[in-house]
């Protein structure tokens, strides 16, 4: 049987089995962090935080703010090398050479969620970006594979997409995948939708 999370995300369901992904769409300018750290610091042995937007330094800042337990976090770096920016190798912190290499973003969830155990959650900041360095079709299947390895190690995740920067058929294309879909509006209203 799934392990059932709690989620804190005001009128999201109390719990999501294992296996779970949800979808956050967001404008542009939405605030986006107080929803992601909701979702990370509720219920949870270990995090993965992918940001494909920020550094590693500024991710880590906002798990601080939002008072998010950050020895239970690994963030995956994908700008900082590309950018020239010091960065240093640990357990916590793993860096990509540039963003748009998507195969060694899904291979280094596969390894925390092989080297980790409990209740792990991944977020992904975000799928914009991810379209912005490569392209939709390569990154619809990077998202599927990670998809993928969230139901095989019974972890959960929230994937971010801004709305206001696609075309209602690549909103739609990717809603499809996930499992339910947190809306963000520009006021900071959130309304969840979960798939039967």
Known sequence: MDPEYELAIESAPTSIPGGTALLLLHPSIGETDRIDTQFLKTDTDRMLVISTRTTAREVAQKLEHYEVDASKA???????????????????????????????????????????????????????????????????????????????????????LAVGVHDDAVVEEFRSLFDGVIELDEEGSVTTSMTE
């Open 74 to 160: 690994t963030i995956l770096d994908t700008l900082s090398a590309e950018r020239g920016y010091t960065r240093r190798q640990s357990d916590d912190v793993r860096y990509i050479g540039r963003p748009e290499n998507l195969d060694a973003i899904v291979d280094e969830a596969e390894r925390f969620l092989e080297e980790t155990a409990g209740k792990r959650r991944l977020s992904l900041d975000s799928i914009t970006e991810m379209i912005y360095y490569v392209d939709r079709d390569q990154t619809r299947m990077a998202v599927e594979s990670l998809l993928a390895l969230l139901e095989d190690h019974d972890a959960v995740g929230l994937f971010h």
